[in-house]
């Protein structure tokens, strides 16, 4: 018997030279949220293929929310990053006209160093990711349990000499 997998799949085609990686930013769970991030980031994982010259890549988003997925877009080129957000809804991909608060980062030492602490979830999502802008790969973080907070929490190593791109999804939502 066949299993049957919950989610949609949707395509980009990359010129050879760019990469592209999607993340899905998912809000934490209420049982979660008192002392966690109050958003995670998601990689989507993908297959490749080449087409000519350019590389079509087909994401996967299991579990898609009836209300849409919302969705982060990064293009690595050379020298350069291209940020667009937007949302999976029923068999499309919206581009959104309205970005979703989102704050990130060029990181770079000429010693090698651990990047700053981050909580994470009790269902271990977090809400930073770290990527190499040359391979698009993502920096896996070492997680461990500090016993003061009594929270998981993950720092990333980084090498010497070498660019990373650091991306967060924040709160702007303000109580008056």
Do not use: W
């Amino acid at each position: 018997m066949k299993e049957r997998l919950q989610g949609k799949h949707f395509s980009i085609t990359d010129q050879k030279d760019v990469n592209t990686v999607i993340y899905q930013v998912n809000k934490t769970e209420r049982e979660f949220s008192k002392n966690s991030p109050k958003y995670t980031v998601e990689r989507l994982d993908y297959i490749e293929e080449l087409v000519g010259d350019y590389k079509k890549k087909t994401f996967f988003v299991n579990n898609p929310s009836p209300m849409g997925n919302q969705l982060v877009i990064f293009s690595f080129g050379k020298e350069k990053v291209v940020v667009n957000t937007g949302i999976l809804e029923e068999d499309r991909v919206r581009i959104s006209k309205k970005p979703i608060p989102m704050k990130f980062k060029k990181l770079y030492s000429e010693n090698e160093v651990e990047y700053k602490e981050f909580k994470y979830t009790p269902n271990l999502q977090r809400p930073i990711s770290i990527i190499d802008p040359v391979t698009a790969e993502e920096i896996k973080p070492t997680l461990y349990f500090d016993e003061n907070t009594k929270e998981v929490k993950g720092k990333c190593k980084l090498k010497p000499y070498k660019s990373y791109f650091a991306f967060e999804v924040k709160d702007n939502y303000r109580k008056k």
